[in-house]
């Protein structure tokens, strides 16, 4: 089935030590988004990607970093993580193009910070 | 901009009693409306959406929604719950063109009791 994976499911990692999550497709979009969510919350858009085009939201953290090496691809860095960063991390998809697609997420990545 | 308002925090409903999930949006120009669920440590899976065309629209898990325009809400409801429904509901609006960003409400929490 074509699937958005993310991996790990779980991550824990130091104050201030950086760490990258990743999330792959295999639906061919041509959008990937990464999203912030933390407990009992919405989830928040960090930034997205059109084919190689970026796009940051404005209260995006400049620790937050993002790469995308091709088409099925994206990862999440976090340059120097605090405790605030301790979030559930989820990537999606979504091709521009057929406007009326849902975005599909994967599961997701939690991430803590010790 | 848009805006989305979930109404009810938490929702606690009796096994195969009807249920309704509120939601109102906000927006300037025309928007796409859409539910997803969120079971625990898991993605957001899209429920149902609504485009165009029919008010009333129907979704996977005997999940329905209607379209209300002049009342700018697109409340969720199922006629019989499961224990199986227990998870958080977000409601998202996207506008028709343009990016393709998802504004979601805050979330409704949907606890079924037996």
Not at chain 1, 91 to 111: E, I, K, M, V, W
Not at chain 2, 77 to 98: L, M, N
Not at chain 2, 100 to 114: A, H, M, S
Request: hydrophobic share 35%; net charge neutral.
């Amino acid at each position: 089935d074509a699937m958005v994976i993310q991996n790990p499911r779980y991550q824990v990692t130091q104050f201030g030590k950086p760490v990258t999550l990743s999330c792959s497709q295999t639906l061919n979009h041509n959008v990937m988004y990464w999203y912030q969510q933390k407990s009992s919350q919405a989830p928040k858009l960090l930034f997205h990607y059109y084919d190689k085009d970026f796009n940051n939201e404005a209260d995006t953290p400049d620790n937050f970093q993002s790469r995308r090496p091709n088409t099925s691809f994206c990862f999440l860095d976090i340059r120097s993580p605090g405790l605030g960063d301790a979030a559930m991390y989820l990537c999606a998809t979504s091709y521009l193009g057929h406007s009326n697609q849902p975005q599909h997420f994967g599961d997701g990545t939690r991430l803590s910070i010790l | 901009a848009q805006s989305v308002t979930q109404l009810d925090s938490q929702v606690p409903v009796f096994e195969e009693a009807p249920v309704e999930l509120r939601c109102n949006y906000s927006s300037s120009v025309s928007v796409y409306l859409f539910w997803y669920v969120q079971y625990p440590n898991q993605g957001l899976q899209l429920l149902l959406k609504y485009l165009s065309g029919s008010t009333l629209v129907k979704g996977i898990n005997g999940f329905e929604a209607e379209f209300n325009k002049s009342q700018t809400s697109f409340h969720l409801r199922k006629p019989s719950v499961h224990i199986s429904d227990t998870a958080e509901y977000f409601c998202a609006v996207r506008i028709i063109q343009g990016a393709q960003k998802l504004v979601f409400g805050q979330g409704t929490r949907l606890t079924i009791n037996p």
